[in-house]
């Protein structure tokens, strides 16, 4: 046995040194081999997208946990430090806003910020704009005329309208608008309109099924967001046949562009990892994706150009908003009180 104590020694000191080589990863490639969770309420196949295309990318593998713009905002003030995400994304700012308050997110660097334009993004670089959303009036073409469309948003507070118009106030969607008009009006003019709206609209849930009935004639016109009938369109076009969008413009209120929203937590063990994917979606990768997608979201970065299908942002005269502005809890109440939620 002795004779063969040497060449064990050597078997083991090898073996040793194969196993260091093998596991001695550094920590940024055991990171990138963890992957990120992203928290994701913007839409399933557009996050799906650029996940797989910044995977392909960078290596770093993207998990997603799917939900709404409310509940994911809502887990994350109430997971704190400990939850497991490290990004965060939605379809509307006022979630963003939420889980900003609670003092969740970690600042972006300079760098990533320069990407989108200022009016797309809040002031204090804490998140970002990732993409955006305009609000329109879907109306049915055989019943009404273009003469006849409210020309505001604020019209529809008009007993003239009562019984001809819809939405989704359940939706996160239909709560940023409202959320955007208290920002422009104040709360006594907000919950004036809202008890209107309590009065002469008809509710449905989901923006897809207000448009639906919309087509079919059940009511002549419904406040949603554009990308539903674009979306339609490129299919079949069997819900939105007999409806066409108009844009409110002149900054008013109904002309609001809802900026999507994103951001890294500051709980993350993934930092750089989560950083980097909220710059990928940010810049050239990311926004080409919502121009040839089918999202028909806007792009927001730099010089990105939007599907060619789309009115341009530019065109559509939006109201100027501080993104961060937008107050999703105050909204709840004044919704509450008006007996829409």
């Known amino acids: 046995m002795r ?50 295309a910044f995977t392909k990318e960078t290596g770093i593998k993207v998990t997603l946990r799917n939900g709404s713009d409310t509940e994911l905002g809502n887990q994350l003030v109430q997971e704190g430090a400990n ?36 009016n797309l993004r809040p002031a204090h670089g804490r998140w970002t704009g990732i993409a955006a959303r305009s609000t329109v009036f ?35 969607d239909f709560q940023a608008i409202v959320s955007a008009l208290l920002t422009l009006k104040g709360e006594a003019a907000t919950a004036d309109w809202l008890k209107a709206m309590k009065a002469n609209a008809k509710f449905y849930k989901g923006n897809s099924t207000a448009m639906k009935a919309v087509n079919a004639g059940q009511i002549q016109g419904a406040v ?25 413009r002149n900054q008013d209120p109904g002309a609001f562009v809802s900026v999507s929203g994103g951001g ?9 990892e989560a950083q980097a994917f909220v710059k990928w979606i940010t810049g050239k990768g990311g926004q080409e994706i919502l121009k040839t997608g089918t999202s028909y979201e806007y792009a927001v970065g730099e010089g990105a ?37």
């Open 224 to 248: 949603i967001y554009h990308y539903y009938w674009f979306g339609d369109q490129a299919k079949t076009g069997e819900n939105s046949k007999n409806v066409a969008l108009h844009y409110f």
């Open 305 to 341: 150009q939007s599907n060619p299908k789309l009115v341009p942002l530019a065109d559509l005269q939006a109201p100027k908003i501080e993104p961060a502005d937008l107050n999703s809890q105050k909204v709840t109440e004044l919704m509450t009180a008006a007996g829409l939620l």
């Open 83 to 118: 939850s497991p995400a490290d990004v965060f994304l939605t379809e509307n700012s006022p979630a963003m806003v939420l889980v900003d308050n609670a003092k969740l997110f970690a600042p972006l660097p300079a760098d990533t910020l320069a990407q989108v334009p200022a």
């Open 264 to 272: 890294v937590l500051a709980s993350s063990k993934h930092q750089a």
């Open 3 to 52: 004779a063969f104590l040497p060449h064990r020694r050597a078997v083991l000191a090898g073996a040793a040194a194969l196993a260091a080589t093998l596991f001695a990863t550094p920590l940024a490639a055991q990171a990138q081999n963890a992957g990120i969770t992203v928290y994701n309420a913007q839409h399933e196949d557009l996050t799906q997208a650029w996940a797989d």
């Open 138 to 172: 879907a109306y049915n073409k055989t019943k009404l005329t273009e003469d006849k469309l409210p020309k505001s948003l604020l019209d529809l507070a008009d007993p003239a309208w009562k019984g001809r118009w819809a939405a989704s106030p359940s939706g996160a």
